[in-house]
């Protein structure tokens, strides 16, 4: 089978591996139906982090089980599946907190399991997938090809940009400012909007952006960054900033204006993936009251909420996608997300 | 009157200043019943913080109203308060959302109010006190003495307690950890305890403290700090830590214990003010997704729910105070609270 392999920055290549096979009993095998380039595989691209061998990329991805292991229980051939961008048993204490990216027994895409075995990674054609009844979430039937794209946001960023929403508190009543027009910004506007929020600034620079961000549930775009940026939130907003911020970029500056364009008391909800030596001025956050909570979005948690909303078409988080090429074109895509052609692409292998 | 100033490190002394009158139509004077030390205070005692120049000092007392200005409605002449440690009008944008050391007009005991007047401090003998109506919480009759210490601690340290066990998300279920076994290390067990947590482990190596603790409602002691510390809350939690750890110290030694302290997904609520370069380490954050939240305590806010559990006797937070000193003897107050002689010294003008 074909899958990607990042072997430095802005080498990204498409190579032959062996078919994946059952290799323990709690294994399944999906083929992949459609994956995609994640805002974070942009981080090695760019070589913002290093990559100090050649390394199977891509953790979003969804298709159909075409084996499983003497154990999975829950899973069958022929069954729809979307993957979570973390590997998780569903049973350890973590899982049963609901913190499934601090599973016990979990593991990462393109990575290696509990036992030492390399994992597949998504941007391929077929994927090992271990503690599948724990990580793998399958439709209730084969569904719709137009749903696809919504299906496959569930893997990462509709869940990651829940997850922002979720943990700064968002709902009924709260005014909500959004940081990062990426995917997870985008997603994080709708799911505020799922929510209950009704007052929602959404801070983008692109017009396409700003377009699906309206379309999303945004009530307010605010063009102007950083200091500036702050300023034309609190004009919007009482001349105090907003009850929740949602971080969806990982940067130093981000979080800053994040966190300045909160209102005293007020909560942070950050997904972006902290990129530098970004730390958190707590001196500033005592003085304001202004909470930060979120991380690593434990997506599995959330798809029971999520997938009956994308199903039945409730939320059309699949807009995000605005580019589809196939497999072998996968460094288009990578460089098409890097130039901000492309607010996301999917992979068709 | 006469009323404490600090004049520098270990250098505290009691002076005689004019009576205090009523400056403001929204301004009470109040007859000062009890005061006490806060172990903030200690800060510039120690020299950690710097004092450039003579300052009175003391944020916590309670007293009797004597003067009243022509606006002032909910309070007269006889009544018995409880003043936070922030000064709040109850009105602005800040308040309405229960932040009030956040509000538009407030100010500090020993500062300046908004209109550029000093305010005075509360270790002395009378107060003027600005935006009285919002400032003040008046008790429904004249308290028994023996009341006078947990009324006291409603000022500060209870107060604060409560707002980080709030902070932390406390509830029926919840597994606690209390770092700093102080004054408001020890309420805030008493608060978990309140809110309904039933596995409460605090941090404290004083056996007179480990006392107090345990009278709070603590369930298990955990002697050791740092990493050994953790690896013992660890052991008696799970082995993943704490659903909710209370952070009521302020170094960046204590803020790590308590964020290795919660279990992945937790949240640690702080209130220990910031001392020297602490900044939180928001890799760990986003990978363990522990949130944090806190900070300077808006007392006034919890002032209604609070007050009636310390008039009918169910929690008895004035335990805190181990040592009563007159006025005069403020400087041996400081310094048995520095010596750790006394947990929080109470002062009888």
Chains 1, 2 share one sequence.
Not at 42 to 69: A, K, M, Q
Not at 157 to 173: D, E, I, R
Not at 242 to 259: F, N, P, Y
């Amino acid at each position: 089978m074909r899958a990607t392999v990042i072997h430095g920055p802005r080498d990204i290549r498409v190579e032959e591996f062996p078919d994946p096979t059952i290799r323990r009993p709690t294994d399944a095998v999906v083929r992949v139906v459609a994956s995609c380039v994640c805002g974070s595989d942009l981080w090695p691209y760019r070589g913002v982090t290093d990559t100090s061998s050649p390394s199977r990329i891509g953790h979003e991805f969804v298709g159909i089980v075409e084996d499983t292991g003497s154990e999975v229980r829950s899973l069958a051939p022929g069954d729809f599946v979307i993957a979570p961008f973390a590997i998780s048993d569903g049973t350890c204490v973590h899982c049963r907190h609901g913190v499934h990216t601090s599973c016990a027994h979990g593991a990462w895409w393109g990575g290696e399991d509990e036992h030492g075995l390399p994992v597949d990674a998504g941007q391929g054609e077929r994927v090992r997938v271990p503690l599948a009844d724990g990580t793998l979430v399958a439709t209730p039937d084969q569904p719709a090809e137009a749903l696809v794209p919504g299906l496959l946001t569930l893997s990462d960023v509709m869940a990651t940009g829940h997850h922002a929403a979720v943990s700064a508190g968002v709902g009924a009543a709260t005014t909500v400012v959004v940081v990062g027009d990426g995917a997870v910004g985008l997603c994080a506007v709708l799911a505020a909007r799922r929510l209950g929020a009704e007052r929602i600034v959404a801070m983008s620079r692109h017009a396409d952006r700003q377009d699906v961000a309206r379309a999303f549930g945004a009530s307010d775009i605010v063009a102007e960054r950083g200091a500036e940026g702050v300023a034309r939130v609190h004009d919007l907003l009482d001349g105090i900033g907003a009850d929740a911020v949602l971080e969806c970029v990982g940067t130093k500056e981000s979080m800053q204006q994040a966190i300045d364009a909160t209102r005293p008391g007020g909560r942070v909800g950050y997904v972006g993936v902290p990129a530098g030596g970004a730390e958190l001025p707590i001196r500033q956050l005592f003085g304001s009251n202004v909470s930060v909570g979120g991380g690593v979005a434990p997506v599995r948690a959330y798809l029971d909420d999520l997938l009956p909303d994308v199903l039945d078409g409730t939320i059309d988080p699949g807009r995000v996608f605005d580019l589809e090429l196939p497999l072998a074109e996968v460094a288009q895509a990578y460089a098409a997300m890097d130039e901000r052609r492309s607010i996301k692409t999917l992979l068709r292998p």
